[in-house]
Each structure stands twice: as C-alpha cells, then as structure tokens.
C-alpha cells in the first residue's frame, strides 16, 4: 500500500492516493481521502501524523479527512484559493452540483465532508515543501503539486482504465480540464502520481496518460455535437442520448448529478465556441 519514490517523497494507495513528502523531522500529505481511515493507516504505518497537508481540491474523497487534522491542532493546510469557501462551507457543493438548496439524499459524505477553518492559499506554500501548479477544469481551482521531480497529479489526469470504467470525467469546466492535462506535458517530472487507479507513472507512460485524458475530454465534446438535430434538441434530450451512448449507469441521484454537471460543462464550453447557440425556447442547435 506504501511506496517510496526516495526517503522523502512516497504514495499511499487507497480509494484516493495519498501523497507523502518528508521534509526535517516530519511529513506533509497530498491530499487526505473521503474519511479519516487513510490518515489513519498512514499514521501508524509511519508512526506519527503528518504535520501539514496539501490539497488539489475541494471534493470529498479528497478532503475528507481534513477536519480531523485540525482537530488534532494540524492547521498548515494548503488549498486551492479559488475553492477556500467550499472547504469552509462544504453545503456550496452540492447546492452547485444540483443548482437548488440540496435534499439530505445529497447531503452525504459523497458530496460534503465536514468544514474546516481557515485554510491556507497554496499560493504561500512554502518552495522548500514543493511547487504549486495551476490546473483548473476538474474543479473550478485545481492545483497539482511538485515535490522532488515528483508530479502530484489529483485529479487533472487520469489512466485510461478509469476512462474506460467510468465513461465520461467529471469535470466542472472540460475545456479547462483539457487545456490543464496538456499544460503539466511541460512541467519537469520524473514520477507521476495518479488520485484514482493505478498510481505510480514514469514519464513516458504519463505522456500518453496526458494525452488520453485531453482527447477523452474531445469525444466527449465531439459526442454531444453529433447528438443535437437540426431541428434543435433540449439539454435534457441531450443528456439522456449522450448517456445512452456512453452506455451510462445511472445507480444513484448523486451519480446523476454529477453526469448531467459535466455534460453541461461541455454545452457551456461549446457555447462560448460558438459551436453551439441555446435558443431561447430552452434548445440547443448548431450555429
């Protein structure tokens, strides 16, 4: 479950893969998982808490076991400015998902974990823990971290058995998404380290991971084009066609929220093309 790039930079595999950067006598972590039980494991496989944690956004399986940092008197946690007010008040996830104040079937740990106060902005991260790097699209702010040639990746890509398990990312903004996943073909790394599925990428691997993930954003977008008539089609037309030829599992009212969040990612983007017009009946044509 632990694997050590060098004495200082490391991986935790879980559900959500937990980085690890020593620096002196105590360690950071990349992000924290959906609960606290990652922290934990963590914990006593290394044999103290960490003193700090990064994080490359604010969903929950991501953040979820930051509150028990600070109640344990941890506060050197660095997020996302753009994302601070969902850190501190997780209720504004689900409210955007769903566009409406949520039920309490949204109301879960799927979607919201437990607020914490006053983060820092990953901006004033110190350069002797790692780098912060800019990759919005997944999330309205998400970072990606750099810490001894090692690229702490989140969220902003994805192998491709991910792809092909769930289908279509989420993505707040896809455009942007696309746009992040080519810009860290850039940035100097040796290491990748994934958020979901197989974690550890060496530097070939992750640039065909890179581009896998930009192109999936594409087809998506390329998928829905092909699916609005001549005639016009409405967004919720729209979403099932798509869905259906994404052959899309809809099991859950969070599982829907979430598709039909990032298919309107994609209509918005090719609005702003000007791929796409919506009329003002509520359909979507080809301009």
């Not at 998982?33 to 963590?42: F, H, M, T």
């Not at 991501?62 to 400015?81: A, F």
């Not at 790394?189 to 197989?198: C, E, I, R, T, W």
Request: hydrophobic share 40%.
């Amino acid at each position: 479950m632990m694997k050590w790039f060098t004495e200082e930079i490391g991986c935790f595999s879980g559900p959500v893969t937990v980085g690890i950067i020593r620096r002196g006598k105590g360690y950071y972590i990349v992000d924290s998982g959906i609960d606290n039980s990652l922290i934990n494991k963590i914990t006593k496989i290394i044999g103290q808490p960490p003193i700090g944690a990064l994080v490359t956004h604010h969903h929950t399986d991501h953040m979820g076991g930051l509150s028990k940092l600070q109640n344990m008197g941890i506060n050197d946690i660095y997020v996302p400015e753009q994302e601070i007010p969902f850190f501190e008040n997780p209720l504004l996830q689900p409210i955007m998902l769903s566009g409406y104040f949520p039920p309490k079937i949204l109301q879960n740990k799927h979607l919201m974990a437990r607020p914490i106060k006053a983060p820092k902005r990953a901006q004033t991260l110190p350069q002797d823990i790692a780098s912060t790097i800019e990759t919005p699209g997944h999330s309205i702010g998400h970072r990606c971290y750099l810490a001894d040639n090692v690229l702490f990746a989140g969220d902003a890509i994805f192998h491709q058995s991910v792809i092909d398990k769930h289908r279509i990312l989420f993505a707040t903004n896809p455009r942007q998404a696309h746009d992040s996943a080519l810009k860290l073909l850039n940035s100097r790394f040796d290491s990748l380290v994934l958020g979901h599925g197989q974690p550890i990428i060496e530097k070939e691997e992750a640039r065909i991971l890179i581009h896998q993930t930009a192109q999936h954003y594409q087809l998506i977008q390329q998928l829905i084009l092909e699916n609005i008539s001549e005639n016009g089609t409405s967004p919720e037309d729209l979403i099932r066609k798509v869905s259906h030829e994404l052959g899309l599992q809809q099991d859950s009212v969070v599982q829907m929220i979430l598709t039909r969040h990032t298919i309107w990612g994609h209509i918005a983007n090719l609005i702003d093309l000007d791929a796409i017009i919506l009329g003002i009946e509520g359909k979507l044509y080809h301009t």
